[in-house]
């Protein structure tokens, strides 16, 4: 959540040529609301069974696509079936500083419902952690890399 996954994504997309989905874009289009409304009205559990039912879809209907998934989507039971699963990973202070200090970043803060309580969202961060870290076939520190460097080394790993 906030790692930059779609910025990723979109960045991959244009220097490789590659199709790119955004499992929240899905949903959100599916839905006609934006996630942060969808948790509102409709809760987390209701949630989560359109990310179940977006992961069902891409298994079946889509290929040669890089995904870029919300940050509950390793709930999904059928993800290993979509592809290879790339962690970007980062330190909780990190990805909290990046968000901060984003040109729009009250509106990148405001579009993550589970990132509105400091104390909440780190303690999610460190729930996930190891799920993700156990579920990923590719690991990437953003940390110490360049969206470059971080697209190159995907790149290089995945064999797009």
């Known amino acids: 959540m906030g790692v930059g996954k779609g910025t990723t994504a979109r960045a991959f997309s244009k220097k490789y040529g590659t199709?790119?989905?955004?499992?929240?874009?899905?949903?959100?289009?599916?839905?006609?609301?934006?996630?942060k409304k969808i948790?509102?009205?409709?809760?987390?559990?209701?949630?989560r069974k359109q990310e179940q039912a977006t992961a069902n879809w891409i298994e079946l209907c889509v290929d040669n696509t890089f995904i870029s998934c919300g940050g509950g989507f390793y709930k999904v039971d059928n993800l290993k079936k979509l592809g290879t699963v790339v962690l970007l990973d980062a330190s909780f202070e990190w990805i909290h500083n990046r968000l901060k200090s984003a040109k729009n970043s009250e509106a990148k803060l405001a579009k993550r419902p589970l990132f509105s309580d400091?104390?909440?969202?780190?303690?999610?961060?460190?729930?996930?952690?190891?799920a993700y870290k156990k579920l990923a076939d590719v690991v990437v520190d953003v940390e110490d890399m360049t969206l470059d460097e971080q697209m190159e080394f995907i790149f290089e790993k995945c064999k797009v």
Do not use: Q
């Not at 948790?39 to 949630?47: Q, S, T």
């Open 39 to 47: 948790f509102e009205k409709k809760g987390e559990e209701y949630f």
């Open 19 to 35: 199709y790119i989905i955004d499992t929240d874009d899905l949903i959100e289009s599916k839905e006609n609301k934006e996630v």
């Open 118 to 130: 400091g104390k909440k969202a780190k303690k999610l961060y460190k729930e996930r952690e190891k």
